[in-house]
């Protein structure tokens, strides 16, 4: 099982940012799947996911109206796009499934930086 995340990089503050996330030795349409981020000195925090249908969503406070995750099933891939980036969204941004036995898998992160 591999999660690639990608998409990351140095940004302006109020600029945007579209990260994706390939899955590939699963099969990515039954899985919970998830961004997290981890700013440095800070715990892993979760930061929106989506169910396997698409057919909810949630989204930590602190990026509600400015971030929107999206899964493509056909492509196996996830998406996050952020927008209004702000310094407080600098982390490294890692990519998570859960199977539906409960089986978690992580992404290797990709870097997002905010100047301000």
């Known amino acids: 099982v591999q999660l690639v995340e990608s998409g990351g990089g140095l940004v302006q503050a109020g600029g945007s940012l579209r990260l994706s996330c390939v899955v590939s030795?699963?099969?990515?349409?039954?899985?919970?799947m998830s961004w997290y981020r981890q700013a440095p000195g800070k715990q892993r925090e979760l930061v929106a996911r989506?169910?396997?249908?698409?057919?909810?969503?949630m989204y930590a406070d602190s990026v509600k109206g400015r971030f929107t995750i999206s899964r493509d099933n056909a492509k196996n891939t996830m998406y996050l796009q952020m927008n209004s980036l702000n310094p407080e969204d600098t982390a490294v941004y890692y990519c998570?499934?859960?199977?539906?036995?409960?089986?978690?898998?992580w992404g290797q992160g990709t870097q997002v930086t905010v100047s301000s």
């Open positions: 998570h499934a859960r199977t539906p036995w409960a089986v978690e898998y």
């Open positions: 030795g699963m099969t990515f349409s039954s899985n919970f």
């Open positions: 989506i169910t396997s249908g698409s057919s909810t969503t």
